[in-house]
C-alpha cells in the first residue's frame, strides 16, 4: 500500500493555491495530481485539516473470542468435522471460521490413517536383512 503525502507537503500545495497559483502549475511543481489536490481542497474545506483520514480500526475484528474455551471444545468433540464443530460451537460460524481458529491455535487437521494393504513377501524380508 503505498504511503500518504506528508501534512508538509499537502499545506504547501493548498497554500499555493490559496495565493492564487494555478492548480495546474501546483500540481506540476509538486507533482501530485489534479484529483489529490482536489481532494485535499475539499478536505480542508469540510474539516478544516488537511490530515489523511483513517482507514478502519486496522483489520477484521476476530471471532475466536476465547481460546483456550474453543481448544477444550475440539477435545471434546475431536470425532467431529469442521462443519459439525462450526454448527455445535453456534455464533454464526462457517467451516472456514472453525478452519481459520484452528489455524491459529497450531492444529492441524485430521488425517485418515489407511492401513497396509499387503505386507512384504517372505523373500523381499530376507533380502532387506542381508
Known amino acids: 500500500m503505498p504511503a500518504a503525502y506528508s501534512d508538509d507537503l499537502r499545506l504547501k500545495a493548498i497554500d499555493a493555491v490559496q495565493r492564487g497559483e494555478k492548480k495546474s502549475q501546483v500540481c506540476r511543481f509538486y507533482k501530485i495530481s489534479r484529483n489529490t489536490l482536489d481532494l485535499w481542497l475539499k478536505r480542508v474545506q469540510e474539516t478544516g485539516s488537511v490530515r489523511p483520514s483513517r482507514l478502519g480500526s486496522g483489520g477484521q475484528v476476530p471471532k475466536l473470542k476465547d481460546r483456550e474455551k474453543f481448544r477444550q ?14 454448527e455445535l460451537w453456534g455464533e454464526g460460524w462457517t467451516q472456514q471460521n472453525v478452519s481459520y481458529a484452528c489455524q491459529q491455535l497450531g492444529i492441524t487437521r485430521k488425517k485418515k490413517l489407511t492401513a497396509i494393504k499387503k505386507e512384504m513377501k517372505t523373500s523381499e524380508k530376507n533380502s532387506k536383512e542381508d
Do not use: G, V
Open 73 to 86: 471444545f475440539l477435545a471434546q468433540n475431536k470425532d467431529k468435522t469442521q462443519k459439525q464443530i462450526a
